[in-house]
């Protein structure tokens, strides 16, 4: 059994961090709560940043004519932070989901803009990597352990040099034919290359996971124009949650927290929705839920989507985040010979996989990191499985993988770990969607499907999940709903 006190498994947790309640004005009741019958123009299933943010502009427009559900007891689904055990509704917060915001994604700007939501510019320091028995922050020191590699010796940053020969290859033209992105790794740059670029980089899946490899790449041409500087919301990524719910309940949106819908059923405008609590008849459908948990909802529209060939053209990835919170921030000692900090490390040689050090001054009095961010399958294994055991035992592994990475490494100023004073847990299912490999489809396609994903039926699909093309960033689900309402609801939002 766990421990209480120290590590929480987060299990439910806090719409009061939404600074919401549920409100379940019009119901139309002929009986006890089960059959209660709700009535909607527009339902909403989800919300999540997606939903929250379609719920917001089509309630300026609705207001009450709008409902919104939400299978958890709080908003935000995979923006999800929280305060210091065992106070996780008490800010300051970390996020066991979503964090950053880069320079480039002007939709987010923007919204922070509107939403009055400040955000952080902090200076970051060096990473710390570990791979093939070596230290080193500059990743092209590792490049004698990795021969045989093509690339311009005069040149600095070959990580970036490879990428930028997997989307210039001629090869890119028949990504189609390759039956994954990994073989199509092998073959433009060799298996060298690959193990090279899968060992640099702080996310694995994206080299283990079987996914497309024009779908990577279309992502790939986007992403690494993503740039530069990382921006921290004030609050926490919670902020955009908190400031979105409170102008959807101020438009007067339906909001039914704890109320997971199980069916959706119906046809042409005329559509029934089942919850634990009640019938919902709606004459549109959005749902801003993912596959991971859009494949527990039944009925015949919802079995009808994930039959078809976009819906099943879609892979999730299993993603643990394993934050911890110390007496005190014994990370600020510890510096490369140039004086500089290090933010983040990540490591091929343990599963703690991407320690994340938050460089933004809100989450500097929290004592606090991201001890685990791990993408990988075989790692997300071993740290379910552990979470499961005694918390002395997870502890103690988390602690040999800090151990492993900050104390003897010949880099940065030794440093002796102290013990956590509180640990959580935490797996995402579904972290994030790419494209499956073999899928003939794009990202645009899935992107364009979601708008209209049953032909002459008024439903549509908003989330990050259907946008691949900007895989595991809040914008794909800020896209896919600018990209519906435009398409199916007749407004003019721009940052499609
Ligand atoms: C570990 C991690 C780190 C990330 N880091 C960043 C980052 O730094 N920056 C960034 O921009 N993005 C980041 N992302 C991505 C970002 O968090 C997501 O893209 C975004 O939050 C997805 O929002 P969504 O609305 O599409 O889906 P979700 O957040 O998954 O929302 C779906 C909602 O539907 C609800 N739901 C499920 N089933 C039902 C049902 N039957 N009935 C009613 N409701 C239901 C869920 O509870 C949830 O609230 C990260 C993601 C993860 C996992």
């Known amino acids: 059994?766990?421990?209480?006190h120290r590590l929480i498994v987060l299990s439910l947790a806090l719409f009061v961090q939404a600074g919401c309640k549920s409100t379940d004005a019009t119901v139309e009741s002929d009986g006890g709560p089960s059959n209660i019958t709700t009535v909607c123009d527009v339902a909403i299933v989800g919300g999540g940043v997606g939903g929250l943010h379609t719920a917001m502009r089509l309630g300026a427009k609705s207001g009450s004519k709008v409902c919104l559900f939400e299978k958890e007891e709080r908003l935000g689904g995979r923006i999800y932070d929280i305060g210091k055990p065992p106070n996780p509704a008490a800010a300051p917060f970390l996020g066991n989901g979503g964090r950053r915001v880069m320079d480039g994604q002007s939709v987010v700007f923007n919204?922070?803009?509107?939403?009055?939501?400040?955000?952080d510019e902090p200076k970051t320091g060096s990473d710390l990597v570990f791979a093939r028995g070596k230290f080193a922050t500059n990743k092209d020191d590792f490049l004698p352990l990795y021969p045989g590699l093509t690339y311009d010796h005069t040149k600095p940053d070959v990580e970036s040099q490879l990428l930028q020969q997997l989307l210039s290859s001629?090869?890119?033209?028949?990504?189609?034919?390759?039956?994954?992105?990994?073989s199509y790794i092998h073959q433009v740059i060799g298996p060298?290359?690959?193990?090279?670029?899968?060992?640099?980089?702080?996310?694995?899946?994206?080299?283990?996971?079987?996914?497309?490899?024009?779908?990577?790449?279309?992502?790939l041409a986007e992403e690494i124009n993503v740039c530069c500087q990382t921006f921290y919301p004030v609050g926490g990524m919670s902020?955009?949650?908190?400031?979105?719910?409170?102008?959807?309940?101020?438009?007067?949106?339906?909001?039914?927290?704890?109320?997971?819908?199980?069916?959706?059923?119906?046809?042409?405008?005329?559509?029934?929705?089942?919850?634990?609590?009640?019938?919902?008849a709606a004459d549109k459908v959005i749902i801003a839920v993912p596959p991971a948990a859009f494949d527990h909802i039944g009925g015949s529209i919802a079995k009808r989507i994930q039959q078809r060939p976009e819906y099943q053209a879609l892979i999730g990835v299993r993603v643990t985040v394993i934050n911890q919170w110390f007496k005190d921030s014994w990370?600020?000692?510890?510096?490369?010979?140039d004086g500089k900090n290090i933010w983040r490390a990540y490591t091929t040689g343990h599963c703690i996989s991407y320690v994340e050090i938050p460089p933004e001054a809100y989450a500097a009095p929290m004592h606090a990191i991201r001890?685990?961010?791990?993408?990988?399958?075989?790692?997300?294994e071993f740290w379910a499985k552990l979470a499961k055991g005694p918390i002395e035992q997870l502890e103690a592994e988390l602690h040999k993988g800090l151990d492993h990475l900050f104390t003897d490494n010949h880099i940065t100023t030794p440093v002796q770990i102290p013990p956590a004073v509180a640990t959580t847990f935490w797996e995402w299912p579904d972290g994030w969607y790419w494209l499956k490999a073999g899928s003939p489809l794009t990202n645009a396609d899935i992107f364009q499907w979601a708008t209209e994903p049953l032909a002459g039926e008024d439903i549509g699909l908003v989330s990050e999940a259907y946008n691949p093309q900007r895989s595991a960033w809040t914008d794909a689900a800020y896209k896919s709903s600018?990209?519906?309402?435009?398409?199916?609801?007749a407004m003019k939002l721009s940052g499609e």
Not at 197 to 204: A, K
Not at 331 to 337: F, H, L, N, P, S
Not at 371 to 380: E, F, I, M, Q
């Open 371 to 380: 001890t685990v961010y791990n993408d990988s399958a075989a790692c997300a």
């Open 192 to 219: 060298v290359g690959y193990q090279y670029l899968h060992d640099m980089n702080r996310f694995r899946g994206d080299f283990e996971y079987p996914l497309s490899a024009r779908g990577y790449l279309d992502f």
């Open 111 to 119: 919204l922070a803009k509107e939403l009055g939501i400040q955000l």
């Open 170 to 182: 001629p090869e890119r033209a028949h990504a189609d034919k390759y039956p994954d992105f990994k």
């Open 1 to 4: 059994m766990l421990s209480e």
């Open 482 to 489: 600018i990209h519906l309402l435009n398409a199916k609801y």
């Open 239 to 280: 902020a955009f949650v908190r400031a979105m719910a409170a102008k959807v309940q101020a438009s007067g949106v339906r909001v039914f927290t704890s109320e997971p819908v199980t069916a959706i059923n119906g046809t042409s405008g005329v559509y029934q929705l089942t919850t634990a609590k009640r019938m919902v």
């Open 331 to 337: 990370w600020d000692k510890v510096r490369t010979a």
